[in-house]
């Protein structure tokens, strides 16, 4: 054993004061998903187990802890939408995700403004100057290593159309950190902030 290692294995406890997974594994883009109840009732949460998964089509995708409205709403509907988080955007992000009712329109609670999707029903938050406009393409419950149900869904999607805030577009190319993206880090409050500072860049070796 070397003393300088902290080996565990997460079945058996971390032994630490803190889960490090959510920390290690950081930091993460925020799914900010809106979507729509088969009955019409909006809804607005984040989701940072989030990611694209596919260049053509575009396939983003997130993990629901638990089998929240979000998700209850995508297999019902087969549509969402995307919203990137920014800086500005961070406390009302934050309120998104309320513990609320399912007929509790997160847009209202956090004082955003729902602006209408082209191709699918839920409405995009207009303050947001990135959106995806999703359709379902995949759902499943999440496993452990022995076949076992977890309490977790992955929901994977296509992107069907994209909004970006011309502002967004230097000579054309989209600028990462134009819109200060904020992503989450571990423990109860952590966040991190993409500024052009923290760029750096590498070519793959030919
Ligand atoms: C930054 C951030 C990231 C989150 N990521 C997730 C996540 O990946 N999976 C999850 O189940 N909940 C996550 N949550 C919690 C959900 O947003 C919260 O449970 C919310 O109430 C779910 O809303 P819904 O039931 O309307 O879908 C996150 C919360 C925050 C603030």
């Known amino acids: 054993m070397n003393a300088d290692i902290h080996s565990y294995e997460p079945r058996l406890g971390h032994g630490l004061p803190h ?6 594994v950081g930091p993460r883009p925020i799914g900010w998903i809106s979507s729509r109840g088969e009955g019409g009732a909006v809804n607005l949460a984040p989701y940072s187990f989030f990611n694209g998964f596919n260049y053509t089509p ?14 209850r709403n995508v297999l019902q509907t087969r549509e969402f939408v995307w919203n990137l988080a920014t800086r500005a955007l961070a406390e009302q992000m934050n309120a998104s995700c309320a513990a609320v009712a399912p007929e509790v329109n997160e847009f209202e609670l956090a ?6 999707s082209r191709l699918v029903g839920p409405p995009r938050v207009a303050e947001s100057p990135v959106a995806f406009e999703c359709r379902l393409t995949q759902s499943f419950q999440l496993q452990d290593a022995h076949g076992a149900p977890v309490d977790s869904w992955m929901v994977l999607g296509e992107v069907v159309a994209v ?15 134009a819109a200060r993206p904020i992503l989450r880090g571990g423990g109860p409050a952590d966040y991190f902030e993409i500024s052009p500072e923290t760029r750096f860049r590498m070519f793959r070796p030919r």
Not at 58 to 71: L, M, N, Q, R
Not at 111 to 116: C, S, V, Y
Not at 163 to 177: C, F, W
């Open 163 to 177: 909004h970006i805030d011309r502002a967004m577009l230097k000579d054309g190319v989209y600028d990462t950190a």
């Open 58 to 71: 575009p396939i983003v995708g997130f993990a629901s802890i638990g089998f929240k409205d979000t998700v």
């Open 111 to 116: 004082g955003l403004t729902q602006a209408p």
């Open 19 to 24: 889960d490090p997974f959510n920390a290690i």
